[in-house]
């Protein structure tokens, strides 16, 4: 990726800026997942996308001095489900983009859509927008585990799913969950190699995760699969990706040759995002330092502090004590590692700073490093939260 060289020498530490992206949050979707943490709303009485899309520019507008002439590499569409807008909405919201940001050309423009949204023509009408990847929210093509799920499609629209995708794009991610409720490896291997068939070029492979203040936290499902045979499965699909050409280059992670996802790669890589929409987070480098926002979270009361002139609930800038973490959490994601280089053009600290940790880290087995690059081993990934641990500091 391509930095920008603004010079902010004497400033926080940091010498240039890092690449920056936009995520762009629709909150909306037909049901909301009994396993979903994100910031998702059922639609119960339809919602008014052109508001939602004015409010969005509006919301931009607002951010652009902290980010001003800086371009944008990537845009990520996330939910909720983004498919539920018109593909004319989304010609509109894309073309006041590009109306106040400097866009690359050959940017990456992804789409979350959800199987239970798709119709040829408004897909095709979404690549004619300026979309360029999508992100199908898959899950699982077994009924009986998308019922578990709570999934709103079946397989058979799945399937139907990524064959619209893929007579329109060429560059399609199927997001897949394994450890199910009742779920066997050979059943998840079934799913990898039903999503392998299609010739798509990324997969994410997600174990099922017990979140918080989820009906599935409420309410635990039976018969999840134990920790031997979850870890059987996670190490059984990542040996069929291998064999299928993916590259594993993060924890869940998958892509063929050159079709990494360019967005994830720059939060991974600790780079800058500009977030907007309800419940949307940013984190900007700044003169100041580097600072995280995130938006109100309601789409009504984001509709109406955009309205207001104050889309932003909350404000922080990240602590030095902190940005060691923060960096390793992301980068320490990535199987292939990172250039030791980048923690200090990230985080304006010297590498000194963590050379304590580092070397415990090294220690334990947890990374392995030479003078210019160092990666996470595959004890080191497989025990993250443990290698990350190290990283975390009082206050200073």
Known sequence: MTV????????SGLRELPPLSLYIHFPWCVRKCPYCDFNSHEVKNGFDEDAYVAALLADLESALPAVWGRPVHTIFM?????????????????AGIRARVRLYPDAEITMEANPGTFESDKFKGFREA??????????SFDPAHLKALGRIHHGDDARRAVD????????????LMYALPGQTLEQALTDMGTALSFGVTHVSAYHLTI??????????????????????????LEARLTEAGFGHYETSAFARPGRECRHNLNYWQFGDYLGIGAGAHAKISAHDGIVREMRYKQPAAYLKAVAEGRPTQSRERIARADRPFEFMMNLLRLTDGFELRLFAERTGLPLTHIQRELAEAEAQGLIERDLTTLKPTLKGQRFLNDLLTLFLKEGE
Not at 4 to 11: A, D
Not at 78 to 94: E, Q, V
Not at 164 to 175: E, P, R
Not at 220 to 228: G, I, S, Y
């Open 4 to 11: 920008t060289k603004i010079s902010l020498s004497g400033l």
């Open 78 to 94: 996330g939910g909720g489900t983004p498919s539920l807008f018109s593909a004319r909405a989304m010609d509109t919201l894309l």
């Open 130 to 139: 300026g979309i360029n990847r999508l992100s199908i929210g898959i899950q």
């Open 164 to 175: 619209i995708a893929l007579t329109h794009f060429d560059n399609v991610n199927l997001d």
């Open 211 to 236: 979140e918080p203040n989820t009906l599935f936290a409420r309410y635990l499902p039976p018969k999840l699969p134990d920790d031997e045979l979850s870890a059987d499965m996670q190490e059984a």
